[in-house]
């Protein structure tokens, strides 16, 4: 079994192990993983203590291949206030993922003000993952879910708590936006309101929001996926941790029978 989501293959350079593969294909990656990948190299480019990473686009262009992935980043935008990064993920000399992000100054004379919510406790049995026809055992084997509302056996909304299984890399802590990424991916999957044996509905991109920062592994996901009868879907998610929310996540789906 593998010990982590990728391992490295040189300066940049990260070989993905069967742990990042999706429930659509065995040889596609879920987009948790890379969307985790490009996350950490944009938190690791010209880093900041006085900047935090507070908003991060994926654009997906293809499947992400389970292998080698090359990274290069670069800053759009540099600015001590506020600052746009980029990485560019290639696989086999084909760029397969985008990612950017705004970095925005800490301040600690800004005041907390968030959106009243009672924020569920954690479940103490976890559930297995379902994905009729699809391939359970990589990614979705590799993340501890423990379901508070909803149902991996039915379609609708689902509000589940998420935690990895598995480091990013080996040795190393994910980095809250990180951890995000890698989980909120998922909000379309855990929300489904179609038969995956009978639809795709596989998601182009994936933007998170994170007002602050979550603590712990844990982060909670509270998701609802429509459709709008024109071959495009929508999954939205709401983010918590266990003191209240974090922020948002949205992926835009394409819809199409199998």
């Known amino acids: 079994m593998s010990a982590s989501f990728f391992e ?21 990656q879920h987009g948790g993983p890379p969307s985790a990948l490009a996350a950490r190299e944009l938190d690791r480019h010209e880093a900041s203590d006085s900047m935090r990473l507070a908003r991060v686009a994926i654009d997906i262009l293809r499947p992400v291949p389970v292998g080698v992935l090359t990274a290069r980043t670069r800053t759009l935008r540099p600015g001590k206030r506020v600052a746009l990064l980029e990485t560019v993920l290639e696989s086999g000399g084909q760029e397969v993922l985008y990612a950017r992000g705004w970095r925005i100054a800490t301040s600690s004379a800004a005041p907390a003000i968030a959106a009243a919510q009672q924020v569920p406790e954690i479940p103490a049995q976890s559930v297995v993952p379902r994905f009729p026809g699809g391939h359970v055992s990589g990614y979705l084997s590799r993340i501890e879910w423990r379901i508070v509302g909803g149902s991996f056996d ?14 990013l890399l080996p040795d190393e802590d994910l980095s809250p936006m990180c951890r995000t990424l890698l ?9 489904m309101v179609l038969d995956p044996t009978v639809f795709i509905f596989i998601n182009v991109d994936l933007t998170v929001i994170l007002q602050r920062d979550p603590v712990g592994d844990w982060i909670l996901l509270d998701a609802v996926s429509t459709t709008g ?10 983010l918590s941790d266990q003191s209240g929310d974090v922020g948002i996540a949205v992926q835009t789906l394409l819809i199409a029978p199998r």
């Open 8 to 28: 490295p293959a040189g300066p940049a350079r990260f070989s993905a192990t069967p742990a990042t593969a999706g429930p659509w294909d065995a040889a596609a």
């Open 154 to 167: 039915a379609p609708g909304p689902c509000k589940v708590w998420a935690r990895p299984r598995l480091p």
């Open 183 to 191: 989980l909120a991916d998922s909000g379309s999957g855990a929300s």
């Open 229 to 238: 009868g024109t071959g495009t879907g929508l999954a939205q998610t709401r």
